[in-house]
């Protein structure tokens, strides 16, 4: 599964979800998952709402803005 498609299919989830669901790439070295998820964060695909809870940002929406429904 590729992050467009996680993200479309999981509105709020954990760190160890999206390493499960994302494969080796994200689950084989934890600095390479948290270097992509902070690239995520930073692009505005993802906010953080606690340490290894997070929530991904509809298209379009402001992401400093953003509440997700939980």
Do not use: C, W
């Not at 290894?52 to 939980?70: E, I, K, M, Q, R």
């Amino acid at each position: 599964m590729d992050m467009r498609t996680f993200l479309a299919k999981y509105p709020v989830f954990t760190r160890m979800e999206i390493e499960k669901a994302l494969g080796e790439d994200y689950s084989s070295d934890r600095g390479t998952a948290n270097a992509r998820l902070a690239y995520h964060v930073r692009a505005g695909h993802v906010v953080q709402l606690q340490r290894g809870l997070h929530a991904s940002v509809p298209t379009g929406t402001d992401p400093s803005s953003f509440v997700p429904d939980l």
